[in-house]
Each structure stands twice: as structure tokens, then as C-alpha cells.
């Protein structure tokens, strides 16, 4: 089916990234694997091609494009290349840049937006915690005023792009006695004393992605490092999960539908009983199937991104659109390994990688269960 959301501009900015990605990052991927991290290369390329400031104003090295499909376009190109690629960048550019430039002061803007835009500056998002993930309100990290500073204790875990984040939007409890409103954002760089973080975690796919554990000892940070309000970075979260949310969206369909068409090249190349092993009925009909699933929930996200791009994607939508998404994309990776039959379980095949890749997918940004609580509860129970 025609997708019917970009125009010409949003296509020819799919080609540059499409052209960079192959120039600058496609040759590099063995060595993204071995290392478990993106190098910091990656990210100056990335930077200085301004694929990293699409949120950012112009007067801080952005180019304030003010359109997600752009966002979405780079998203779907870099999940073509590879899963961990689309995360790793989502988290830094679409998931916590925004943070600083909607709540941001001015001091905060210049201090870390421009490095944002460059790539000189990584960013993480510091939300889930040893204790618990889904149950942000309940977060443990605390805040405790002390004169005019702040001294922060705790730690967070899995956090994207942690071992080498240079500052991290860290959720943090400033009042025990308010719940979700006792919440705060702060910016903590990673040269604050008392920051340290823990290994690279190990984990069972996308593992060009460094995640790892970050601890909080007695840092000691003024009212300056807060984003937005005192207590409102519950509320500041919720506002922006949906578009955290829609980004998982776009990547997890582009992943598999990009899988599925090296699995279809496959199955015509693939020889069994004197024929090619796609036109065998069973696996006829499967990858009938398999183009369908990916068509139709390609269609769903793509009328997600077209309404974000023009403010009125609601939460839910954006829910709808992430479990669902998920649930398609590994079962149609998971069908993509089967027709690949032994070698679909070979690491050096892509749609091996891919299939480990996509299994997070259904865990993060909220998990399905989550999303379907907030559906669930949005129906009225
Ligand atoms: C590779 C990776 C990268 C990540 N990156 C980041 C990051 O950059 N920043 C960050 O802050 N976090 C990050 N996360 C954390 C991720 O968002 C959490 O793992 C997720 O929100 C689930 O939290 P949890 O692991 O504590 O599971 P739990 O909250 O302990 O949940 C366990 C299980 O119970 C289910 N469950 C929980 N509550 C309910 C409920 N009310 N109803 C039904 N089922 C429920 C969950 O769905 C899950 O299946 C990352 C995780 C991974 C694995």
C-alpha cells in the first residue's frame, strides 16, 4: 500500500539519511558489536549531518523542524540498518533532548543544547530503577534539600545510552509525603561528584547499545540542574511517553518490514524439493501474511505520526500504537527466522540479530502490559 504521510522534502531528507548511514555507519556495525557501544564518532557524524537537532531551536545548532515525520524518517532508516542504532539515537534526540528544550531554562538551554545538536554532548533518560520500572510514581531516588543545594542519592538501571552519557534526565523523589507530585527532573552531567555507573549490562540482543546502571552518591547540585518545576516531572514524564512511545513505533515496524524483505529475497533464492522454499503453499500463504501484518500496522502508525506532527496524538494512541507494534513485529521476526530454517538461528544472519533484537521491544518504554492498563483504563475500568 502507498504510504501517504510524506511529501517530497520528507523523502529527499530519507535519501541523505539513507546516503549517510551507508557512508558513515553501515561498514562500522561489526565493530559497534564487539565494543557493546556506539562510539562517540557516530555521534559527530551524526551531529554534524543535523540528524541530532531536529527538536532543537536554530539558535542552539538545531534546525527546529517542528515535524515529527522527520524524526520518524530518520527512526525508520536507521532501524533498516540496525535495531539498536534506532534506540540508542531515539533515546539521546527524540526522548530527552525535548526535555530540556520544552523545560529547559535559558542557562540550561545554552549549557547543554548546542553539545545535544553536535554530538558532544550524549544523553540519557534516568527513569527506571532497580525496584521497579512500571511503577514510576513509587521511584526511590531522593533529592533532600540541604542550604541552597539539593544532595541526590539512589540509582537508576537499563539505562540507554548510560555508559557513555554525558548528562542524564534523572527522575527523582524531592518529597516523600506527595507521591507522583513529589517528583522532580534534574540534569546530572556525569562529571557531578558522586556520579559513577556500574558495567555495560549484558544483555540478550542489541548490544551495539551500552546500557548500564548508574549510582548517585551524594550529589550535590543547585536549583539551576532542575528541568521544569519542582515536583512535576511525573507530570513531565507522562506528556512526553507518547512520543517516546511513537518513536518505538516507527522503528519496531521499519525493523521488520526490512527483515521481512531480505526474508522474502530469501525464500525466492532458497532452493527445496527443485523449487524456491517461498513457493511452497505453507510459506506462500505465511509470507502473505507476514506483508499484511507489517502493512496494516504500518498504516495505523503512520496516521500516529501524521497526527503527532500535528499535536493531536492523544496517550493512547500513542499506546495502541507501541504494544501493537511490538506484537507484530516479533511475531513476524520470529516467522522470518523459521523460514530462514538453521540459519535463521546463526548469529552472522541478520535475522537472527534481529529477532534478539526486537525482543525488548515488548519490555521498554512501558511495557504491553502497561500500555494495555492505560487503554484498558481509558475504556473506563
Ligand atoms: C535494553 C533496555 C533499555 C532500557 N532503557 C531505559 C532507559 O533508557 N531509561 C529508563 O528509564 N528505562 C529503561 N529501560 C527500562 C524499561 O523501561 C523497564 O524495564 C520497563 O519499564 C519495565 O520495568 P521493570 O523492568 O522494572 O519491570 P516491572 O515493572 O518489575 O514489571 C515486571 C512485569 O510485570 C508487569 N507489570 C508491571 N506492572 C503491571 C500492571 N500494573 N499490570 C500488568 N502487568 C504489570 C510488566 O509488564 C512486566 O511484565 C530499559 C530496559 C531495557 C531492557
Not at 557501544?37 to 545548532?61: M, T, V
Not at 500496522?297 to 500535528?310: F, G, I, K, P, R
Request: with cysteine; glycine share 10%; hydrophobic share 40%.
Amino acid at each position: 500500500m502507498d504510504r501517504t504521510i510524506y511529501t517530497e522534502d520528507h523523502e529527499a531528507f530519507r535519501q541523505s539519511a539513507a546516503a549517510f548511514l551507508a557512508k558513515k555507519v553501515t561498514p562500522e556495525l561489526e565493530e559497534h558489536l564487539a565494543a557493546k557501544s556506539l562510539p562517540r564518532q557516530f555521534w559527530l557524524d551524526a551531529g554534524a549531518e543535523g540528524f541530532l537537532g531536529l527538536e532543537i531551536p536554530e539558535e542552539f545548532g538545531g534546525s527546529d523542524a517542528q515535524d515529527f515525520r522527520f524524526n520518524a524518517i530518520f527512526a525508520e532508516e536507521l532501524s533498516k540498518v540496525n535495531a539498536a542504532l534506532a534506540s540508542c539515537t531515539g533515546i539521546h534526540a527524540d526522548i530527552t533532548v525535548p526535555y530540556i528544550v520544552h523545560l529547559g531554562t535559558q542557562a540550561q538551554k545554552e549549557r547543554w543544547l548546542p553539545g545535544c545538536a553536535s554530538g558532544e554532548i550524549l544523553t540519557a533518560i534516568g527513569m527506571t530503577e532497580p525496584g521497579g520500572g512500571s511503577d514510576l510514581a513509587a521511584l526511590r531516588t531522593t533529592a533532600v534539600r540541604d542550604g541552597d543545594e539539593w544532595v541526590i542519592n539512589g540509582s537508576k538501571t537499563f539505562i540507554t545510552n548510560g555508559f557513555s552519557a554525558d548528562l542524564v534526565v534523572t527522575a527523582v523523589r524531592t518529597d516523600p509525603s506527595k507521591g507522583a507530585r513529589g517528583i522532580t527532573l534534574f540534569g546530572i552531567e556525569a562529571t557531578d561528584p558522586g556520579f559513577s555507573r556500574g558495567r555495560k549490562l549484558d544483555k540478550v540482543g542489541q548490544e551495539e547499545s551500552d546500557t548500564a546502571e548508574l549510582f548517585f552518591e551524594n550529589i550535590r547540585l543547585g536549583d539551576d540542574r532542575i528541568i521544569g518545576e519542582i515536583g512535576g516531572g511525573f507530570i513531565a514524564m507522562m506528556q512526553k511517553l507518547p512520543q517516546e512511545r511513537l518513536g518505538a513505533a516507527v522503528s519496531n515496524v521499519a525493523h521488520a518490514k526490512q527483515i521481512l524483505a531480505e526474508t522474502i529475497q530469501y525464500c525466492h533464492d532458497r532452493k527445496a524439493f527443485g523449487q524456491s522454499i517461498g513457493s511452497l503453499q505453507h510459506n506462500k500463504f505465511l509470507l502473505a501474511e507476514l506483508v499484511t501484518k507489517i502493512e496494516v500496522a504500518e498504516a495505523y502508525v503512520d496516521q500516529a505520526v501524521l497526527a503527532h506532527s500535528e499535536g493531536k496524538l492523544t496517550a493512547i494512541d500513542a499506546a495502541k500504537a507501541k504494544w501493537w507494534s511490538a506484537e507484530v513485529q516479533n511475531d513476524v521476526l520470529d516467522d522470518c527466522v523459521q523460514l530462514h530454517g538453521g540459519y535463521g538461528f546463526m548469529n552472522e544472519y541478520r535475522v537472527a540479530r534481529a529477532w534478539r533484537d526486537a525482543r525488548v521491544t515488548k519490555i521498554w518504554a512501558g511495557s504491553n502490559e502497561i500500555m494495555k492498563e492505560l487503554i484498558g483504563r481509558d475504556l473506563g475500568f
